[in-house]
């Protein structure tokens, strides 16, 4: 087995393996990691075959994600993972970055532990379906959040998170910039979204509140601009309210997952604002 760095030519290979995982990430979320990570992504190679994957972002320094961990089921067994996770670390360890975070399925937990990660809090995967009947008829792209407005959300985000993570923001707006909405009054920052078109469901995330009115009223608004049937979120298992107004909405618990951190984490960001994450694969 070879570990190499990822490339844009192993795109379709890693398509292929979060197939086989039932995952619904898009090329475009592994372009993103490519882009912000290009020396920082790698896939397990086996007489040329791409049988596993890894992916890592940094963001500003403070700490780094790693996503997109994969092992192609007729593979697993052999060690692929953990040596993906290791090729990772060390490539984060040499670059001096003091924190690694990572969000685990109970399957993958015990490796994560084994390799020096701890739990820092629990996260649940919700789950809308819609009956064709149901869905909104599709809204016209309507006006793009303005530069301005865009940037005081990214500081907010920024708060809300613990680090600069604007350019994937950036791009998941670009992608798809009827998704993303804000509310704020004189004060400040309320409440802000993003989403995301899955391959087989749209993604709400980061879904950010301060309070059960303001989630509300950015939930019914991201379901109003989707047309899927199915649409995914990754809520806090903590937040006092958001599965309240998900469960309201008709969402259904899916399954758990578990933020996890390795070194000093020193910018945990303010996780009592966040009523869903980005997604598992960049936090």
């Known amino acids: 087995m070879q570990l190499r760095t990822m490339t844009e030519t192993d795109i379709a290979a890693g398509m292929r393996l979060k197939e086989l995982a039932g995952w619904n990430q898009t090329e475009a979320d592994w372009r993103r990691f490519l882009r912000a990570s290009r020396d920082g992504c790698f896939v397990a190679d086996v007489d040329g075959t791409v049988c596993g994957s890894a992916a890592t972002i940094v963001y500003g320094g403070r700490f780094a994600w790693v996503g997109m961990v994969l092992v192609d089921p007729e593979y697993r067994g052999r060690g692929i993972g953990k040596r993906l996770l290791e090729r990772c670390i060390e490539h ?3 670059a001096g970055v003091p924190c690694i975070k990572l969000d685990a399925t109970p399957l ?4 994560y532990e084994k390799l020096g990660f701890v739990t820092e809090y629990e996260l649940e995967r919700w789950i809308l379906k819609r009956a064709l009947e149901n869905l909104p008829k599709q809204m016209d792209s309507g006006e793009k959040m303005p530069a301005p407005l865009l940037d005081f959300v990214m500081k907010a985000d920024g708060e809300a998170f613990g680090a600069d993570r604007s350019a994937i923001l950036r791009s998941v707006n670009q992608e798809e910039p009827r998704f993303t909405d804000g509310l704020w009054n004189a004060g400040g920052m309320e409440g802000y979204a993003f989403g995301r078109h899955g391959s087989f469901a749209d ?9 059960a009115a303001t989630g509300q009223r950015i ?9 899927r049937g199915t649409v995914v979120t990754d809520c806090l298992q903590a937040n006092p309210f958001a599965k309240n107004i998900l469960q309201a909405q008709g969402f259904e618990y899916a399954r758990p997952l578990t933020r996890m951190f390795r070194g ?5 960001g303010r996780p009592e604002l966040v009523c869903s994450i980005l997604g598992p694969e960049f936090g």
């Open 92 to 94: 984060l360890d040499s």
């Open 108 to 111: 993958g937990k015990p490796l």
């Open 203 to 211: 993604h709400l995330g980061p879904w950010i509140a301060k309070d």
């Open 219 to 227: 939930l019914e608004q991201f379901l109003k601009q989707s047309s």
């Open 264 to 268: 000093q984490n020193k910018f945990p």
